[in-house]
């Protein structure tokens, strides 16, 4: 651990394919983009340890078997399509990979064919023919023909005219016409949104496209989840016959079980009952120290790493399955630790990426790892010239990336960070998660660890690391007991506030992958919880650009908060709150984007002699009763 590591500011991780600045601007899609991976020869992996890897993967036959496992994260590539799955001439389609583990432990990865990426706009007309929907393509197509970098041939592959309704608004119709636009990739919903929103003219109609838009700002993946009924960290089945699975030699992953389906048959199970429970998922937790030069903070570009140590834990059971630490050096023995140790910092990087690869961990945890673990081990081994370190994630042959990003939150606040893409893998930061979820007077690794586990790290101070490695096995040792704790400690509070438990049911209320609870605010909550609701109902959600703060304007005026009365009080002083105020007057008096009624409506809802059934608020906004729509 680096010296005072623990005390940086609060920093937030960040998933591959999402927006780049968090809360505030999640609705734009136009980062929806699957980032070019560079690839990697992987070189051949060392012995596996004692307990490094998982259990044997069981044996499935995929036209007897169900394949049945819990999902953790979810992302996408575009690649060739699988036409086994996918018919299609398209040159290059959108492919979902469901990463997770079943309930023997064993790792899998599905890849998910077929679904492909859409938006909603209005129909300019009634009566809008198949002909009306084959010319609008044609259209797209030309229009779209400059903006399209793929190898394919069209970029709008259908428009399709479907019964809905916006949840905008009250709407005594219950459903008009819309049309729903089929694009290719994901990646250009953005540039045919922007056409559709600028007011398209379709010569043939003699009209004009409405320049209202409707979840045209849905995320590929969240779509993908909304329209399967997938919650995030829920469980999946593919019924036999429904799957294939890739032969060991032809896999382009590590995991045990590797497969390939159609997104219509994939069954998501409601997490209730028997799917409410959680896979035995691997967490492994890190911390690393490096011999920096004295006054100096350790740089990656100069300074050794002389020690990793690595704690695997399964979620549900109290040992840990691997206690493990590599040394530059020899290092006496620990007791219960398996001590490894290397004369060359090569070796002991790579021998690391071997045990990362090997026990296959489903998250990786640590505290402060986003911001200097995992980032100064990386450019470390680009210093020394060791591309091949780079290979974490469970795909094969394919490098982590960082890049420094940006979080934005009126939750959480603004803050950077190093964003470090490993697919396949969650990584959850234990210090920002305490932060984020604790108000604490201190957040370094010693006082939290002091307030929720009653213990601390051990006895060593960051100027007394270049003398211990640079003394004999046994000085290493104090330092590499040193190094386990810290470790350990983040795993254990990891195990004490009930991470895995928390956050994954977090997840399936909200309907979000899990990545998203850690990168992203509580906007995007809120939003998946409304598509699943408007989608049951047949409504579209439209995207209203944000007013208020977000966009430069006055931002909305909050609750009256009375000023407390300093003093002292010889008798106790009650404090009274009402529960869930803002749910309870939504309920109370219906308000709901349903129920609103614009005022340029209420004429002609007056003259159908609906007036008995709204009330008008003290805003001055009108809202139709429960009578009229619940």
């Known amino acids: 651990m680096a010296p005072d590591k623990e005390n940086e500011p609060l920093k937030r991780p960040h998933s591959a394919g999402e927006s780049k600045s968090g809360d505030v601007d999640f609705f734009d899609v136009e980062d929806d983009v699957p980032e070019a991976v560079e690839e990697v020869e992987e070189g051949v ?64 990865c599905l890849y998910v064919h077929g679904f492909e990426p859409y938006f ?194 399964v979620v549900g059971e109290d040992a840990p399955r691997v206690k493990n630490v590599m040394t530059l050096k020899s290092c006496a023995p620990i007791a219960g630790a398996e001590v490894l140790s290397f004369e060359s910092e090569r070796e002991l990087l790579l021998r690391w990426r071997d045990l990362l690869l090997e026990t296959d961990p489903d998250v990786m945890t640590g505290y402060n790892i986003l911001n200097f673990d995992l980032p100064y081990l990386l450019d470390r081994a680009t210093a020394l010239g060791i591309p091949q370190f780079w290979t974490w994630g469970r795909l094969r042959g394919r490098r982590a990336k960082v890049r420094d990003a940006r979080f934005s939150s009126k939750a959480y606040g603004t803050h950077e960070y190093k964003e470090v893409s490993i697919e396949g893998r969650v990584q959850f930061d234990m210090m920002q998660a305490v932060r984020r979820d604790h108000n604490l007077s201190s957040y370094s690794l010693n006082a939290v660890s002091a307030h929720f586990l009653g213990e601390q790290k051990e006895d060593v101070h960051h100027s007394d690391i270049s003398r211990l490695q640079d003394g004999n096995a046994e000085t290493r040792r104090r330092l590499a007991v040193y190094c386990l704790k810290d470790a350990l400690l983040p795993q254990r509070l990891f195990d004490r506030l009930l991470c895995a438990f928390n956050y994954i049911e977090m997840a399936r209320v909200t309907g979000v992958p899990l990545s998203f609870l850690l990168a992203r605010g509580q906007s995007i909550k809120v939003f998946s919880q409304i598509l699943r609701q408007a989608r049951t109902r047949g409504l579209l959600v439209p995207n209203v650009k944000r007013q208020g ?82």
């Open 45 to 108: 992996l060392g012995e596996a340890g004692k307990n490094w890897r998982r259990p044997p993967a069981e044996v499935l036959d995929a036209q007897r078997d169900s394949l049945v496992f819990q999902q953790l994260e979810i992302d996408y590539t575009s690649q060739s399509p699988n036409r086994a799955y996918h018919q299609t001439s398209l040159a290059e389609v959108p492919v979902l990979r469901c990463f997770g583990c079943n309930q023997a432990g064993n790792s899998v």
């Open 120 to 313: 909603f706009c209005e129909s300019p007309t009634p009566s809008f023919s198949p002909d009306d929907a084959a010319a609008l393509t044609d259209l797209l197509n030309q229009l779209l023909a400059g903006k399209d970098r793929s190898p394919n041939d069209r970029a709008v592959l259908r428009v399709e005219v479907e019964q809905k309704q916006t949840m905008l608004f009250y709407q005594p119709v219950a459903a008009r016409p819309f049309l729903r636009i089929v694009l290719a990739l994901p990646g250009l919903v953005a540039p045919c949104r922007a056409l559709v929103e600028g007011g398209l003219w379709l010569e043939w109609l003699r009209a004009r496209l409405s320049p209202t838009t409707y979840e045209s700002n849905v995320l590929y993946v969240l779509r993908f989840m909304v329209d399967c009924g997938l919650m995030g960290g829920s469980w999946m089945e593919l019924p036999p016959k429904t799957y294939a699975l890739a032969p060991e030699r032809m896999r382009s992953s590590h995991c045990q079980v590797e497969a390939h389906c159609h997104w219509k048959s994939l069954v998501a199970h409601t997490p209730e009952g028997e799917w409410a429970r959680l896979s035995p998922l691997r967490v492994l937790s890190l911390d690393i120290e490096c011999q920096g030069r004295k006054g100096h903070f350790p740089e990656a570009s100069q300074d050794p790493v002389i020690q990793i140590a690595s704690v695997v834990t």
């Open 549 to 630: 703060e977000a966009a430069g304007g006055e931002g909305y005026e909050g609750a009256t908060v009375l000023e407390p009365k300093a003093g002292y009080y010889a008798t106790p002083v009650a404090t009274l709150d009402f529960a869930s105020l803002y749910p309870s007057i939504m309920m109370a008096h219906n308000l709901c984007y349903t129920t609103l009624v614009p005022r340029a409506a209420l004429p002609a809802l007056k003259a159908r002699g609906e007036e008995a059934h709204v009330r008008e608020a003290p805003s001055g906004d009108w809202f139709v009763g429960a009578s009229a729509r619940r």
